[in-house]
């Protein structure tokens, strides 16, 4: 799977994630928000939410990410490296931005996710969105996580569960990848923000979008 998704040149899917976020009485509650994404290798990213009353859209195009809220119209770029990897890094440290499933769009993402893993099991042959996937599970100190990968020529993944182990609730993110477009027609302009009508510019990532 690490294989075959590092060496597409780019592709498109839907993603429905579900973050877990637990209240500081021990609630779990969860957040629901779907995107369509598209990537460019070696450095162009794109992902835009879909009927969210955020509508928070990202973009990258090998020079600058831009982030822009659409519940108040305001964006804001900055600088990022080269490369999709050393953005996603960048994107993580300094801005807390995570697009959905970033860990698999790594060019080498079977390091990154095998990096603490200390076991790891086929559980079985499951059905998602009518396709026959394999469903994986692995164990690590910090973290355990499982996928589900599409059976057969274009081994991606449909279904991608982290479990995080190092707070007592062990909240869960989970992301499902449907309507896969393995090496999509992408131009440039696709990866290149045009600010919206009325759109403002501010003066750091709207990261704490939230409707008026």
Same mark, same amino acid.
Do not use: C
């Given at each position: 799977m690490t294989q075959y998704l590092g060496g597409l040149q780019s592709f498109k899917m839907h993603s429905i994630s579900v973050d877990e976020v637990v209240t500081t009485e021990g609630q779990k509650i969860q957040v629901l928000a779907d995107s369509n994404i598209a990537v460019a290798r070696p450095n162009?990213?794109?992902?835009?939410?879909?009927?969210?009353?955020?509508?928070?859209?990202?973009?990258? @195009?090998?020079?600058? $990410? *831009?982030l822009y809220c659409k519940a108040s119209n305001t964006y804001d770029s900055v600088p /990022?490296?080269?490369?999709? @990897? &050393? $953005?996603? @890094?960048? /994107?993580?440290?300094e801005f807390h931005i995570e697009a959905p499933g970033a860990d698999l769009l790594y060019a080498n &993402?079977?390091? @990154?996710?095998?990096?603490q893993v200390r076991s790891g099991m086929l559980v079985g042959h499951e059905t998602i969105e009518g &396709?026959? *996937?394999n469903h994986l599970a692995f164990q690590g100190d910090e973290v355990d996580w499982q996928i589900w990968i599409k059976d057969g020529p274009e081994p991606v993944p449909?279904?991608?569960?982290?479990?995080?182990?190092? $707070?007592?609730e062990q909240p869960q993110f989970t992301v499902t990848m449907v309507k896969w477009e393995p090496n999509a027609a992408l131009s440039d302009s696709s990866f290149a923000f045009?600010?919206?009508a009325g759109a403002k510019k501010v003066d750091q990532l709207p990261t704490n979008c939230a409707p008026k």
């Open positions: 162009r990213l794109q992902s835009t939410q879909v009927d969210s009353p955020t509508g928070l859209s990202f973009w990258y @195009d090998g020079k600058t $990410m *831009t /990022a490296p080269p490369t999709l @990897d &050393a $953005m996603i @890094d960048q /994107a993580r440290k &993402a079977y390091g @990154d996710l095998t990096e &396709a026959r *996937t449909l279904r991608f569960v982290i479990t995080t182990k190092t $707070m007592k045009k600010p919206p």
